[in-house]
Every structure is written in structure tokens, then in C-alpha cells.
């Protein structure tokens, strides 16, 4: 590779990089006001912000890199353009494949880079941050219990009230629950409560100590009323919602994916593939949308390329969309969006060879 060609490569390189860190900043940024608005919630440890944040940044880096590539190679083309050396490269005899040739590599590059991300890390990632929502959510009923306050559970069907709450070990006082069955709705009330998880089937129980249980049918007067005290009594918890976790396509690497066994692992193998051919296809395109005349607009280029890339991304998730939709296994899912950016991109590279 020539100087002149190393010297492309590693302006786009670090402009491109650059943007990647400013555009995941600003995205991680979005990661953190809605993890901060989960663990107010009482969702999510206020301890495992840090490092949810971290695992959702091979999410983040999908959405954002194509962009960043495309940016970056524009800036750094662009500001060669401004400054002239462009012209010079031509004059001197540097031809179009010349040029063409670090901006391939680049591209090239950038698409390995997010293939491992989407392929291998990502799923990664997707299975340590279920595994801690999980954990989070089975663990969250006492820090979510309030003094004084009722808590509705299981879609309203198990209320809850304490007196009181050791966050240390977890012990309840004055507690009062309410089964809404029904047909045979009951109350019981005790003095004392512990929430525990049993090893074996990884169920959240309530243990009530020295308490009352009073339960009758829809119809008191005609079933009768009847009331229990009990010294212990140990009710099974409905199981946690927990938001955000992991589906079984999310956590497998594209190997597995490949080839799709349902309707849900052939959509999800399309969102693999996308970033890794966008990135391929807009890091060239950036080349012909670089060059600019004598008196055009310095980020005229940027706001060109962002057009073609919002319809792109847009047409994509819109294919998404109907794949769900449909839920078939057949259609040329994502493949007509694709070649269609790569058309546009052919023409735009022969028409920019001519010029050059």
C-alpha cells in the first residue's frame, strides 16, 4: 500500500472512530436515564446500573456504527477536499482505485468488527444482562415493599401490606394479604413475614409466622366463613415479570442461527446481517457523496448522507416489521433493501470513476 493510500486509511480511521465514540456516548446516554428510571422503580439494583450499562454497549455500538463509518469518512474526506488535497492526488496522477482502495479496507474492517460484535458478543452480553434482570427481579420484592403501603401483585391478584421492613434480613411486620379469587377470596394477616427462594425450584415464597387465615366463597351467607391460626404458613409467590430479558434467538451466536429453525430466528438472523452489510455498503458510499463543487456547502455531503441513511434504516426495520407479521419462513426478507443500497452505491461509484 502506498503512503498516500495509509495516509487515507488512517484519517478515516481515526475520524470514523472518533465518531463512533461521540454517537455511543449519546446513545448510552439514552441506556442510562432508562436504567436509572428502572432502578426508581425498583426493576434493578441501584449497584448493577454500571454494569448493565456496560453490557448494553454491543447494542449501542450496532445501532450507531454504519453512522459513525459513514460520518467519519465523510469529515475526513471532506476537510481533503476543503483543503485541496484531493486535487493534488489527481493531478499527480493518483487514480480512482487509488483512492478507492483504503476507503475498501476501512469498510471492510468495520464490518468484521461489527460481525463479531453481532455475531459473538452481542449474544453475550444479551444472556449476562437476562441472567441479571432475573436475578433482579426475584430479589426485588423487598426492596420494592413500602411501609404502610398496599403492593399489588400477579396482575392485582395478591395484595400485600406491611407494617414494617429490615432491609437487612429481609423480615416483614404486621403483614396483611389479600387473594382476590373469585370464588373463594381469603385474607391472612400475621405478626411476623420472611421472603426467602427455595435452591430447588428457584420459587420465591412468603413464610408467615404466628397468624390468622379467614376464607369463605363468593357468598358468605350461604358458604360460611372459615378462620384459621396457624403457626406458620408458607405461600408461593407468583413468579417475577421480568422486563428486558433475553429470548432464547437473542442469545445464540450466528453460527447457531444459521440456518433459522423458526420464523423468530430468521428475523433475528436478517438483524444481524444488517449493521455488517450497512457498514459495507456506506463506507463506500461516502466517496462519491464526499466530493464537492468549488461552491457548495461544507455540510451540505453530511446532511445528504444522513437522508440516505435515516430511508435505509427506516426501510430496514420497516422489513422487520412485516417479518414479524408475517411469522413465515419464506420472502426475501431483508435482501431487497440491501440491494438496493448496494445498486445505488454501484452507480454512484461509476458515476464518481468517470469524474475523477
Do not use: C, K
Not at 88 to 93: E, F, I, L
Not at 290 to 312: N, S
Request: net charge neutral.
Amino acid at each position: 500500500m502506498l503512503i498516500l493510500q495509509r495516509y487515507l486509511l488512517r484519517e478515516g480511521l481515526v475520524a470514523s472512530m472518533l465518531s463512533l465514540v461521540v454517537l455511543v456516548g449519546v446513545i448510552q446516554a439514552l441506556f442510562l436515564a432508562e436504567l436509572f428510571g428502572d432502578a426508581a422503580q425498583g426493576r434493578l439494583p441501584a449497584g448493577s446500573i454500571v454494569l448493565m450499562l456496560v453490557l448494553r454497549m454491543p447494542e449501542a455500538v450496532l445501532l450507531v456504527a454504519p453512522l459513525a463509518l459513514l460520518t467519519g469518512l465523510l469529515l475526513s474526506l471532506g476537510r481533503l477536499n476543503e483543503q485541496s488535497e484531493l486535487v493534488v492526488m489527481r493531478s499527480s496522477g493518483a487514480g480512482f482505485m487509488g483512492a478507492l482502495l483504503p476507503v475498501t479496507l476501512l469498510s471492510m474492517l468495520w464490518a468484521l468488527l461489527l460481525l463479531g460484535v453481532s455475531g459473538w458478543l452481542s449474544p453475550l452480553a444479551n444472556e449476562r444482562s437476562s441472567d441479571l434482570l432475573a436475578d433482579a427481579a426475584r430479589h426485588a420484592l423487598v426492596a420494592g415493599l413500602q411501609p404502610g403501603q398496599f403492593e399489588s401483585l400477579d396482575q392485582g391478584r395478591l395484595t400485600i401490606y406491611v407494617g414494617s421492613v429490615d432491609r437487612a434480613d429481609g423480615r416483614l411486620r404486621d403483614v396483611f394479604i389479600r387473594h382476590n379469587d373469585p370464588e373463594f377470596p381469603e385474607v391472612l394477616s400475621a405478626t411476623e413475614g420472611r421472603i426467602w427462594i427455595d435452591e430447588f425450584d428457584d420459587n420465591r415464597y412468603l413464610s408467615l409466622i404466628d397468624g390468622f387465615q379467614v376464607r369463605h366463597g363468593a357468598n358468605p351467607a350461604e358458604s360460611g366463613v372459615r378462620s384459621i391460626r396457624f403457626a406458620r404458613n408458607d405461600i408461593r409467590l407468583p413468579a417475577p415479570a421480568i422486563s428486558g430479558g433475553a429470548e432464547g434467538e437473542l442469545v445464540r451466536t450466528l453460527p447457531q442461527l444459521s440456518p433459522p429453525d423458526s420464523p423468530l430466528e430468521r428475523r433475528e438472523w436478517h438483524w444481524r446481517l444488517a449493521p455488517v452489510i450497512a457498514a459495507m455498503m456506506l463506507g463506500l458510499l461516502a466517496l462519491p457523496l464526499a466530493q464537492r463543487l468549488p461552491r457548495q456547502g461544507r455540510f451540505g455531503p453530511l446532511v445528504l448522507a444522513l437522508a440516505i441513511y435515516l430511508v435505509y434504516s427506516n426501510a430496514v426495520h420497516a422489513g422487520l416489521v412485516m417479518m414479524e407479521q408475517r411469522e413465515s419462513m419464506s420472502g426475501p426478507g431483508l435482501w431487497p433493501v440491501h440491494g438496493l443500497l448496494v445498486l445505488f452505491t454501484g452507480l454512484l461509484l461509476l458515476h464518481q470513476r468517470r469524474r475523477w
